[in-house]
């Protein structure tokens, strides 16, 4: 087959290098791609989707990121009878607003956390005499990961409520270890990938603001399969049966002493998540996002290497702030043992230099989680570029916990 990536990120990346090691696919495109993607797909720039795929007779496209999702693209490319992996936009609202995600789980009976949707200023300070400290406040649009603050007490809440546009969702606090629990879906079936843990603020340690995603690890070792069955039970299927979901559900779960519990929904592949879990991916990807995109997934699971993956991401020193671009990256050529995704990267004559907050996702296996850790780490130390930031704890909490 023909296959089309639409995205630019460390995620599209790992999903054409998986692609590219497809059996199933032929030709690989991107649009509109990026450096590394380069090296595995032809990268054309951004015009219109649906046209492109038809003038190159591509057979399957994959949707990266969220933005074409919100806006419609899957219902573009289906009116024309394109095979397309994604939601609806209709669906992709799960992500789109939160009010309507938060709305939708409460008519579920799915696990969340207890929550007020308001509409204003006044309203949000009137409602947060219902809840304790911390509370979360979560503007209700798509916001880059910039829409969600922790309020630790009454004026970090009053500031909370100034910054962020209404409508808002305020919600309780919950503890616990976070996990990003991914399914692949056809209309009526959920296949689950492995599970794995993001590191979303900037800092070792978990300390600073919070970012894209500034590491990621899957270990199988995250969820046994009775949690697992749980998720899909209580979480995953009834939100599939009630949607007809296609394309990848996200749930951002929070592991507290009740149970799994739904931080939020994505519609789309995680980013850094994607790179260590292509990295463990056996199957024959471009047979199994086909299947998904024909409403024919019939595997109850994928195949996966036991071994664990670690992606390290290397980001722009002032990230998720203000930070300069156009850094050339030394050290590409002399990495091994670890996969280079790119995800903010252009060429400058010969080079590749830094353009965006996160630059590359550095990402290894190994026979455990340490050793993989330690393979991503090694080949970090030999990339270089000025201002470079990048944690020194990726996938330590998980080590920590096996291991004790
Ligand atoms: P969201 O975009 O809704 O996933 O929120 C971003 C991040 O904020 C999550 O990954 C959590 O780390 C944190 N967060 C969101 N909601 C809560 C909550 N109810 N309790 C604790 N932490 C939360
Ligand atoms: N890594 C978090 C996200 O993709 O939303």
């Not at 399957?60 to 693209?73: C, D, H, Q, S």
């Not at 300390?207 to 979480?235: F, H, K, Q, W």
Request: net charge neutral; with cysteine; glycine share 12%.
């Amino acid at each position: 087959m023909k296959a089309l990536v639409i995205g630019s990120g460390g995620r599209e990346h790992a999903l054409a290098w998986k692609l590219k090691n497809s059996p199933s696919v032929k030709a690989l495109y991107a649009m509109p791609g990026n450096p590394g993607i380069g090296q595995v797909a032809a990268c054309h720039a951004v015009k219109d989707y649906v046209q492109f795929a038809e003038a190159n007779s591509i057979d399957l496209t994959v949707v990266g990121p969220e933005v074409p999702l919100v806006a419609g693209v899957v219902d573009r490319f289906r009116e024309r009878g394109l095979a397309i992996v994604g939601p609806t936009a209709e669906n992709a609202a799960l992500e789109g607003s939160k009010v309507h995600s938060k709305r939708f789980m409460e008519k579920l009976g799915v696990p969340t956390a207890r929550f007020r949707a308001v509409s204003s200023a006044g309203e949000a300070t009137a409602a947060l005499a219902e809840f304790r400290y911390p509370v979360v406040l979560k503007t209700d649009g798509l916001a880059a990961g910039k829409g969600v603050i922790i309020a630790q007490n009454r004026a970090e809440a009053d500031a909370a409520i100034a910054a962020l546009p209404c409508p808002l969702v305020m919600e309780e606090f919950l503890e616990g270890e976070e996990v990003s629990f991914i399914v692949l879906c056809d209309g009526k079936r959920a296949v689950p990938l492995e599970p794995s843990q993001d590191h979303k603020r900037v800092f070792d340690g978990d300390e600073g603001p919070n970012t894209g995603g500034m590491g990621a690890y899957s270990d199988s070792r995250l969820m046994d399969e009775a949690m697992r069955g749980r998720v899909l039970d209580t979480i995953i299927n009834p939100v599939v049966q009630a949607t007809g979901f296609t394309g990848f559900l996200y749930a951002g779960l929070m592991m507290t002493p009740n149970g799994p519990s739904v931080l939020e929904f994505n519609v789309r592949m995680g980013d850094p998540e994607t790179q260590p879990l292509m990295m463990r991916l056996k199957s024959d990807w471009g047979e199994v996002l086909m299947a998904s995109a024909r409403g024919a997934l019939s595997m109850d699971r994928l195949e996966w290497t036991d071994e664990p993956a670690t992606c390290v991401v290397m980001a722009s020193g002032g990230y998720p702030g203000t930070f300069e671009t156009g850094k050339k990256i030394a050290g590409l050529d002399s990495v091994s043992g670890a996969v280079v995704f790119h995800a903010g990267t252009r060429r400058e004559g010969g080079d590749i230099v830094t353009a965006g907050g996160r630059v590359l996702g550095v990402t290894a296996r190994g026979a455990d989680l340490k050793a993989s850790i330690d393979a991503a780490y090694a080949a970090v130390a030999q990339i270089h570029f000025d201002g470079a930031h990048y944690r020194k704890d990726i996938g330590y909490r998980g080590m920590r916990r096996y291991n004790s």
